[in-house]
């Protein structure tokens, strides 16, 4: 059992605010990927930390940024809201710093940019 | 063309009829894919996971690739109402060790 927690579970944000979302899970997994979802869309990478360092990144801009602390707990920054970062924001463990291991998703953190 | 294809549907199949899923994709480096079931308003859940050419079954479900045609597939049996979801291909091992997703396939399943 992963256990991975995401919080808050909504939010709704103005444009140009900033927002942090958080990702935990007790199984000691070290590594988190972050994705963001668009309705009707699947999974879009954004970053992945392994061992508090970013591991690689996808097609997205600095102002999303992240931390993953000591205990592989890890957080999605995204300063400067835009009306398109309203989607559905999903943190994913996984072991060995591979995006092609194994992972296992949060139910995801649901962000509405007004 | 996009990297990873899927027809986003709906597909709607009568319940205990065999389910097939399909993706197609275009980069050649892929070698580890998945399947994932994803309920509205809940994060994805990892069905399946295969690594290069083959098949993989597990219960009432069966994961098939084919590298040489760029096309995975996801069958069903006996399908039931509890497998309506959005289904999501998913592939990784590239170049640049990301995982694509496709866009994800809506199916009911009527009872």
């Known amino acids: 059992e992963t256990g991975v927690t995401q919080s808050p579970t909504h939010l709704i944000k103005t444009r140009g605010q900033q927002v942090t979302l958080r990702c935990s899970s007790q199984?000691?997994?070290?590594?988190v990927s972050w994705y963001q979802q668009a309705l009707g869309q699947g999974p879009q990478f954004i970053f992945q930390?392994?061992?508090?360092?970013?591991?690689g990144r996808g097609n997205f801009p600095p102002r999303f940024s992240g931390l993953q602390f000591p205990n592989y707990s890890s957080e999605l920054n995204v300063n400067a809201l835009e009306l398109d970062d309203s989607a559905l924001y999903l943190c994913?463990?996984?072991?060995?710093?591979?995006?092609?291991?194994?992972?296992?998703f949060g139910p995801g953190t649901r962000l509405t940019v007004l | 063309q996009k990297e990873v294809e899927q027809d986003p549907g709906p597909l709607s199949v009568p319940e205990g009829a065999i389910v097939s899923l399909n993706c197609t994709y275009s980069?050649?480096?892929?070698?580890?894919f998945m399947w994932y079931r994803q309920y509205s308003r809940k994060g994805p859940e990892l069905l399946m996971y295969?690594?290069?050419?083959g098949n993989k079954e597990d219960g009432r479900f069966t994961a098939q690739v084919d590298k040489s045609s760029k096309y995975i597939s996801l069958f069903i049996r006996d399908s039931q109402p509890s497998d309506s979801a959005t289904y999501l291909c998913?592939?990784?091992?590239?170049?640049?060790?990301?995982?694509?997703f496709g866009k994800g396939t809506r199916l009911h399943i009527l009872p």
């Open positions: 994913a463990i996984g072991m060995g710093g591979r995006s092609y291991n194994e992972q296992f």
């Open positions: 930390y392994y061992r508090e360092e970013e591991n």
């Open positions: 998913a592939m990784g091992g590239g170049r640049d060790d990301k995982i694509i």
């Open positions: 980069n050649s480096a892929f070698q580890y």
């Open positions: 199984s000691g997994h070290n590594t």
């Open positions: 295969t690594y290069s050419s």
